[in-house]
């Protein structure tokens, strides 16, 4: 009632104002002038006479006109400039300079889902990234090049040609998959390597739940939502970027022949077993052999332009990726055509993209096969089957797979034609009141080619003739979205709505071929045609999904001071059986500008916002038909005297039919602030999300007899809790400006509870529990190696039993935890985490006059990993190569933590050990770069509006104590986060890039 | 008039869109497959549903690879030289990691999932209605022997695993059973199952389990429980039941090895192995038929030689002479020793002996015969249980039974074959003597039947490994068996993961 009261004060006092001035005021003709801050004319910019829709916009030398009354407001408003506010005295002539903006961070539009906002008025959590910043990198996914841009998104990825990010948003929300929603221009898809990160005009990230509601039961892992490059009012503008650059892979530090014999003969010497007849006078670099300088090529082309009523972009870019491993391969050509008309009420447009990437794969894991080979071993063998060398019984043992052999006899490569874009159109009946239609479509044809030419890549390999194998397939992906929107203000009260239906359906389908004893031609060249061979194989199968949602918004806005948002979808989806198909998904949010308030008066706050916001957000990201018990009809049999073929049909995987949605719910709350002249901005995010009937195909005993997969069920409930940080200071010394952007992540797991009843999975040697995060190490305490004989004997437990007997000087000594008095899975202990505390990315910029220096670095701390690769090499009781420099026990060289060399027996070379687990902290450089833009005098002399050279590099430095490969690896499973197990690593790369526009 | 046009078309469009939605229902029917409610109603789902429970001896966990580890390699016969040390490690009571796949989890995995496949013919057939009551019977029968021989292997390998009857739940958690339990169940489904399997089947159904194919499991149940008198029962079957006549010995002793002579007269039961298809081993199209054997036993640089067999196998054969003085025929069929192209001007896979000359490798099953190389899809089929191995048994029966007298005539059944002299000849000094007699018999059985599975089964059935200086004579042929701890290896550990998962089970003693 009093709020009432007040507001009707405060409109009469509005009104009576408004009369008040109207009486004074007198016409004047005003010309102008407006400059940027260094003197250049800004043309096109508007000018509003405050408080109408009088307006004019500057022309090509930044002049303008107006007649306004004296004593009025002009607002002069400019892309990537403050906006400025002038009084209209009697002077006849203005010379306005406008400042660029500091603070156009709070004025950028940015895409909800069904809608837009101004960041400033924004109630849940959403980041942003800037795509210059992705950009700037050289990464075959957008995914990739988003590492350390925003706060709360882990990414991981490595550099094989083709190969796509990991990336998660608020950590861990499910057990199965973690890859967050990808709307690309209202299509919902994902921005796999089929998409041109360069055609990225802008990118959101959904991170709470009021933010991705409006996406409901597909955004449980957040959303991303990307918009391409459009047209602009103006003539055609033509704009190149090309960038080359050379990659480099990280090596092993591995022993050279002399090394490794020494190692390798006391290694059998202490087994007691005949040295092998090791052949010295072969050196084999494998790394030489398998590595190669990698280069990457991206050029992309772009015209565009637009009048008031229509725009287009037209695109076209080549990226081309040979890689750092030998015969690995990407290659993706794409194009786009973005437009958009409007007449009177009706608006349409359209998005297009045609894309074909092909992918020559790797084979086999050369990483690995590097460290497993030895140098004594050469490349080629006329001895072997293929002519490739691999060892030999007697003088080389080993499981390695020679990576020169397997890259030339195994050819495999993926080839996908994908179009993928909408069609969309509006109709505004009335100034606020919009119909919106959006027909989205995406199919891909999948081609994947397999050739296994005839001869061996390991010792003892069996016989294999030459085997083609292909596989054809089709996705489609088709979306129908019908949305009204409105969106009104009252006075100070602001009404923005939207309602709508979404359908989409996804089909897949495809055919597979297999023939064995392919032929040669008379050159030698395999005929991989099906036509050819023999004992064909033949598969297909199809599959479909289909979503339908409705979907409703209220956004409501006092006085930009009071914001509230509040969402609801109701999806339907054939994943769950007829029972469980829909799902509610709410959600609510609210912000408060107090910088707004009356009350508020500090000199030095610009601009201060308290957000909170509850939502659920849910999830059916599982198979096709999972909650479907099926029979298995691929059984065959030999039976009878003819030993004819019969044909079997039985259940082999379980399920659960009574699967329903996996549900979200998220809590936040988080302030936005901007300081001292909106140099320094600042986002701050708590927030607790809880997962309940996470759906997951969780292990189940092998009792039942279930293969194919565990089934999927409604099994745990996790927690995740964390605090982002998101600061950013920018100043302009003319001519000398710097930035620096910190965005700082700290994420808690924690399972609540399990499926089945059950208290722990044990996965590896990882154990998820009830009450902790998920997949903790779980493995033997080592507790350094025994010295002398003494020792051994003299390690009992209490009753006296001496705990390992069998020992000998040098061995491990494991801690017998249970004080049984022997060394067995009971003594495993939980030792480590294999999640970071936190993690930090820094985006520092420095310009001065044409050049230009960036940085981003990214750090992640408190991690603990296992180290596979070790784990493989310092074992000594296999045969692989050995690690530089390593000391391994003797009674000469006591002084190292690496037991005795012992060949032939696990017993002292176990990997269920605390010994490979690492601290996997790291802080790395991901990018740094200069760029110098040409001066516009030089630029104009020879036709181009702008210009520039880019000289940088990505992944130069890191600080790390970990010893493998690269600390920021990838491994997919949930479970084993922390277990590097030969990932492929992130690669050094050196770049130059040209970009110019005419 | 424009603007009534763009209505009109924005008003219909939606709806027609609309329209189509709701048209499409959200339940998609699945059309690759069919569901398990359509299944189980007919006869050739039934008789499907067996076959399918057949295709288990096609996996990897059971006989298409890793059991022969567990029965001929971790025995005095065979050994591991593999450089996957963890795989050698579990021939030779090294198990360090209970949740090794291969050596370990994949076969225990696989057992149970032959048993659900029995279980759901068991649980399912009952209720599907049959113009011959027989032929349900028969299936059902089928069934119940199929799941008594893999509880069978279970029982020689883990000893204390649960038993599962009924078709599996996700959520299940079965009880864990004792070694006796498990046995009743084996003798419980192969007592019903030998009431309704026929003396022999007609052409296409060879291979299905006979009678007689029964009554061998049985007796081998009775057997490893010292039942000797139920056992000797099960076993009259074939010399004065209706077995009896229907099976005799093959003239050549190599045709129970080969693809070219299956399912002779000689064969009691044997896994109908096939090339036909060239798949992987999931259970998926083309899904592999063949056993990966000869391709792990093979000889170093011809197959992964992951097992070999021990050298006192060879020597063991060189110390009788036939009645003709020629060296004991069988063992050209059963080893690859380095004596063997002097001996019997035989190579190896058409090479000279090129491996130590200490060395030997199992030769039963593999396809030198007519190839230089192997592959995983060799085509023999495996004999299970041989006549040769009846006849053997039937006389460790008698002699158990004191019928010492009666039980020459078998053993000599066997050595004849090979033109080995009598027993009574041969070894005068046994005589009557049952402990002589079980101790010869003892190498009549390795002599006959090394490298076919069964010596695992005989040296914990004769009591072998129960005392530390039986095992101490074990470990003089094999010492492997220095490793061997009294009344811990005598049994594998149950896979850790299943111990944790499941609170009704415990891991085995002092493991």
Redesign the interface.
């Known amino acids: 009632m009093k709020m009432k009261k007040r507001l009707f004060h405060y409109a009469m006092g509005t009104c009576a104002a408004l009369l008040f001035s109207m009486q004074l005021l007198a016409q004047h003709s005003i010309k102008g002038q407006l400059r940027s801050a260094n003197g250049e004319p800004l043309s096109g910019a508007t000018i509003i006479l405050k408080g109408t829709n009088k307006s004019v916009v500057t022309d090509e030398k930044g002049a303008f006109s107006l007649d306004v009354p004296v004593g009025s407001t002009l607002v002069v408003s400019y892309v990537g400039y403050t906006p400025q506010e002038i009084k209209v005295t009697n002077q006849s002539a203005l010379d306005v300079q406008l400042q660029p903006s500091t603070a156009q961070d709070l004025q950028q539009v940015i895409v909800v889902g069904y809608g837009t906002q101004q960041k400033k008025d924004l109630t849940g959590a959403i980041s942003l990234v800037k795509a210059s910043e992705v950009q700037k990198r050289q990464a075959t996914t957008v995914a990739e090049a988003m590492q350390g841009l925003a706060s709360g998104v882990y990414v991981r990825g490595g550099g094989r040609p083709g190969s796509e990010a990991n990336i998660q948003i608020r950590g861990i929300k499910n057990l199965s998959n973690s890859n967050p929603l990808y709307v690309i221009d209202g299509m919902i898809t994902t921005a796999n390597r089929d998409f041109n990160p360069n055609d990225i005009e802008s990118i959101q990230i959904l991170k709470d739940a009021s933010a991705a509601a409006i996406y409901g039961s597909r955004a449980a892992n957040g959303v991303i939502i990307i918009t391409t490059k459009k047209g602009r009012q103006g003539p055609m503008k033509v704009e190149f970027s090309g960038k080359s650059s050379l990659e480099v892979t990280p090596r092993f530090e591995l022993a050279e022949t002399e090394e490794f014999a020494r190692l390798n003969n006391m290694a059998y010497d202490n087994a007691g077993k005949p040295r092998q007849q090791l052949d010295m006078s072969v050196n084999t670099d494998w790394q030489d052999e398998a590595f190669q300088v990698g280069n990457m090529h991206d050029y992309n082309l772009a015209f565009s332009g637009g009048s008031s009523n229509g725009s287009y972009m037209v695109s076209g870019g080549y990226f081309g990726n040979k890689g750092t491993v030998i015969s690995t391969n990407f290659d993706r050509l794409s194009f786009r055509v973005n437009t958009q008309g409007s007449k ?3 608006s349409i447009g359209e998005n297009l993209a045609i894309s074909n990437s092909k992918t020559d794969e790797m084979s086999g894991n050369p990483y690995a096969d590097v460290t497993r080979l030895l140098p004594t071993i050469p490349v080629h063998d006329p001895a072997n089957p293929g002519g490739y060398g691999y060892g ?2 007697a003088k080389a ?3 390695g797979t020679n990576p020169v052999a397997i890259a030339n006899l195994e050819d495999r490569t993926n080839e996908n034609f994908r179009v993928r874009g909408n069609l969309w159109s509006e ?1 505004k009946f009335l100034p606020f009141l919009k ?1 919106r ?1 959006n027909l989205g479509y995406e199919t891909s044809n999948d081609h994947y080619d397999y050739l296994r030419k005839e001869g061996n890549w390991t ?2 390999q ?3 003739p030459a085997i083609a194998e292909e596989n054809r397939a089709r996705w489609q992906s088709g979306l ?1 979205e ?1 949305t009204l929107s409105f969106n009104k203000t009252f006075g100070s009260h602001s009404v923005n709505a939207v309602v709508g ?1 979404t ?1 989409q ?1 996804d089909d897949y389908a495809r055919i597979s071929g297999r023939k ?1 004893n392919i032929i040669r031609s008379s050159t030698g060249e395999f005929i991989d045609v099906l036509d050819q061979g023999n ?1 064909p ?1 033949t ?1 297909g ?6 979503l ?1 949602s409705y979907l409703g918004r209220v956004e409501y806005n006092y006085a930009d001071k009071y914001l509230l948002n509040a969402v609801i979808r109701r999806d ?3 994943r769950l059986s ?1 029972a469980n ?1 829909w799902g509610n998904f709410p959600s609510v949010s609210a912000a408060w500008r107090i910088s707004k308030e009356s009350f508020f008066n500090v000199d030095w706050i610009n601009d201060l916002k308290l957000r909170a916001s509850y939502g659920t957000l849910g999830s059916s990201n599982i198979g ?2 999972d909650y ?25 995987r ?3 039919d009574d699967l329903k949605w996996e549900k979200l719910t998220q809590k936040n709350i988080g302030i936005d602030a901007t300081f001292l002249n909106n140099r320094l901005s600042l986002t701050a995010e708590y927030y607790i999300a809880d997962t309940k009937d996470v759906l997951t195909a969780m ?10 997969g565990n ?1 999927v ?1 409604n099994a745990a409930s996790l927690r995740n809790k964390g605090f982002e940080l998101s600061a950013t200071y920018r100043e302009d010394l003319k001519p000398f400006k710097y930035y620096a952007t910190a965005n700082i992540t700290t994420l808690k797991n924690k399972v609540l509870e399990l499926g ?3 208290n ?3 996965v590896g040697n990882t154990v998820t529990e009830i009450g902790k995060p998920i997949g903790m190490w779980y493995v033997l305490e080592t507790d350094g190696l025994f010295q002398s004989q003494q020792e051994v004997d003299n390690y009992k437990n209490k009753d006296g039993k001496v705990i390992q007997p069998t020992s000998k000087p040098g061995d491990i000594r494991f801690k017998d935890n249970n004080g049984d008095g022997q060394i ?2 009971a003594d495993k202990a939980l030792v480590g985490i294999p999640w970071s505390d936190w993690e930090l990315g820094l985006n520092l910029g420095a310009s001065y006059k044409n050049f230009e220096l960036s940085m981003n670095w990214f750090g992640a701390f408190g991690a603990t990993v296992y180290n596979g690769m070790k784990s493989l090499v310092d074992r000594f ?3 692989s190569n050995y690690r530089k420099g390593i000391q391994p026990w003797t009674p000469e060289n006591t002084n190292t933590d690496v037991p005795r060399a012992y060949y ?4 002292n ?2 990997g ?1 050990t605390k010994r490979f687990l690492e601290n996997g902290s790291f802080m790395r450089l991901k990018y740094i770069g200069i760029a110098y833009n040409l001066p516009p005098s030089l630029t104009n002399k020879i036709g181009f509006s702008n210009a520039s050279v880019t000289l940088s590099g990505q992944n130069l430095i890191t600080f790390t104590k970990y010893d493998g490969l690269d600390p920021e690896f990838n491994n997919s499973s949930i479970y084993e986060r922390g277990f590097d197990n030969y990932s492929f690593p992130n690669l050094k790369m050196y770049s130059l890039g040209l970009q110019f526009g005419f | 008039m424009k603007k009534t046009l763009y209505k009109v078309i924005y008003f219909i469009m939606p709806l027609l869109i609309l329209v189509s939605c709701k048209k499409e229902k959200l339940n998609v029917e699945n059309p690759n497959v069919i569901t398990e409610d359509q299944f189980w109603k007919t006869e050739s789902d039934a008789q499907q549903g067996l076959n399918a429970a057949y295709a288990m001896f096609y996996k990897p966990g059971l006989w298409s690879r890793w059991i022969y580890f567990r029965l001929d390699l971790t025995s005095d016969e065979g050994f591991s030289k593999s450089p996957w040390v963890e795989l050698a490690d579990w021939t030779r009571f090294q198990y360090i990691n209970y949740n090794f796949w291969e050596g370990n989890v994949q076969s225990w995995r696989d057992t149970y999932k032959a048993v659900f496949r029995t279980n759901q013919v068991l649980a399912n057939v009952a209720a599907i209605e049959f113009a011959d009551q027989t032929k349900k019977d028969k299936i059902l029968a089928q069934a119940k022997f199929l799941r008594a021989l893999h509880y069978y292997y279970a029982a020689i390998m883990w000893e204390n695993v649960p038993l599962v009857l009924e078709p599996s739940k996700p959520d299940d958690l079965p009880v864990q059973s004792t070694l006796a339990q498990v046995w009743a169940q084996v003798e419980k489904d192969l007592t019903e199952a030998a009431q309704v399997l026929p003396v022999e089947w007609d052409a296409p159904n060879v291979g299905r389990p006979t009678k007689g194919s029964v009554m061998a499991y049985l007796a081998r149940a009775y057997m490893q429980q010292r039942k000797w008198q139920e056992a000797k029962t099960a076993l009259d079957y074939f010399f004065t039941g209706a077995g009896a006549g229907k099976y005799d010995l093959v003239a050549n002793y190599k045709d129970n090895f080969t693809h070219t002579n299956e399912n002779n007269k000689e064969s009691v039961y044997e896994i109908q192995f096939s090339d036909v298809n060239k798949g992987g081993d999931g259970d998926d199209p083309n899904a592999t038929m063949s056993t990966n054997r000869p391709q792990f036993f093979a000889p170093r640089s011809i197959g992964w030689s992951d097992g070999q067999a021990r050298y006192w196998l060879v020597n063991e054969f060189k110390k009788e002479k036939t009645t003709e003085g020629k060296i004991d025929p069988r063992l050209q069929h059963s080893l690859f020793y380095p004596a063997l192209e002097a001996d019997f001007n035989d190579k190896i896979y058409g090479r000279s002996w090129q491996w130590d000359s200490d060395e030997a490798w199992f030769r039963k099953y593999a396809r030198d015969y007519y190839r230089n190389n192997e592959d995983y899809f060799a085509q023999n089929n495996f004999r299970l249980v041989r006549f040769a191995d009846i006849l053997l048994m039937y006389a460790e029966v008698l002699n158990e039974l004191g019928q010492t007298a009666n039980a020459y005539q078998y053993v000599d059944k066997v050595r004849s074959r090979v033109k080995m002299a009598s027993l009574a000849v041969a070894y005068p000094t046994i005589g009557m003597d049952k402990d002589k007699f079980r101790d010869r018999l003892k190498m009549e059985r390795v002599l006959e039947l090394s490298g076919e599975s069964v010596r695992w089964a005989d040296l914990k059935r004769w009591g072998d490994l129960e005392t530390a200086e039986k095992v101490a004579k074990v470990a003089e042929r094999d010492p492997d068996f220095n490793n061997f701890q009294v009344g811990k290896h005598i049994r594998l550990p149950l896979p850790q993961i299943e111990v944790q998962n499941n609170s009704n089970l415990t891991q085995n003693p002092q493991y």
Request: proline residues 3%; hydrophobic residues 30%; glycine residues 10%.
């Open positions: 009177g009420i009706f030999n019984e043992r080993t499981f109709l119909y239609l010792l003892n069996p016989y294999d129908v019908n239906q359908y359906r064995r004992e194989q598969g199968y199809n599959q479909r999904a289909v339908l339907g989806t054939s007829t198909q096709y038909w479907l018990a099926t029979i298995n009809t691929f059984s065959t049999i030999a039976m009878g005297a003819d030993q004819h073929i019969e044909s079997g049909a039985t259940v082999v379980l399920v659960n292990p189940i005993a092998y009792t039942t007899g279930n293969d194919g089934p069920v089945y009843g059950r722990n999975i044990y067995t899975n009781d296999d045969n032939g027996s696990t017993l070379s176990r269920d």
